[in-house]
């Protein structure tokens, strides 16, 4: 399995909507992103930004079309709405 992001070997699972209070990300197939360590470390503990961003890109673009699997709470999420207008 390859990283979504570097395509180096996978050994991460990433929760795209993260599994918080505030998000409700579900542990749909969908919403789960292969990573390896590294970039899956730049998302929760990264200092690069921009490094960040793009590799948060390219998981939000693996779930744009499958947006209502990713996440069960009782008021959208914030991320989500930013997702469908995008």
Known sequence: ML???C???ANQ???IIFRNKTQCGTDNEINIANLCFDCHY???HGTNTELKKK???VCYDKIKDNLDD???GKIKPKIIRILENQ
Do not use: F, N, P, S
Request: hydrophobic share 30%.
């Open 13 to 15: 699972r990433h929760h």
């Open 3 to 5: 990283c979504l992001y």
């Open 7 to 9: 395509h180096k070997e």
């Open 42 to 44: 730049q998302i929760h």
């Open 70 to 72: 990713c996440w069960k």
């Open 55 to 57: 590799i948060m890109k």
